[in-house]
């Protein structure tokens, strides 16, 4: 059974580092994209960046500078998708998901908090 485990999220400054993590891609087959969401409190789930099995990454234009997608693709296996955060700002408190779409399915972590105070 495929489960996606977040780790990395906490209480920062503005200005800011975090790094997510989010390991058990090992067991997913046929991985087409990994990408990272995020949820605040009252708002819906929204993308916050993706990047495809061949490497090609998209950002949601509220983080593009500041956050990288990356993933670890050791000997052509993904075991875990990294979202590092710089530059952090308050508006980017939420909880932060993972999630993968394989040919047949997607899959969705449980989620990290990021709480960025001012």
């Known amino acids: 059974q495929v489960q996606l485990v977040e780790s990395g999220g906490g209480l920062v400054q503005a200005g800011g580092s975090l790094r997510l993590s989010c390991a058990g891609l090992q067991s997913i087959f046929m991985i087409n994209a990994m990408s990272w969401y995020r949820q605040a409190p009252g708002k819906q789930r929204g993308l916050v960046a993706r990047?495809?099995?061949?490497?090609?990454?998209?950002?949601?234009d509220s983080v593009k500078g500041r956050f990288t997608i990356s993933t670890d693709n050791a000997k052509n296996t993904v075991n875990t998708v990294y979202l590092q955060l710089n530059s952090l700002k308050p508006e980017d408190t939420a909880v932060y998901y993972c999630n993968v779409e394989s040919r047949f399915r997607e899959y969705w972590g449980q989620g990290t908090q990021v709480t960025v105070s001012s």
């Open positions: 990047v495809t099995s061949g490497g090609s990454a998209n950002y949601a």
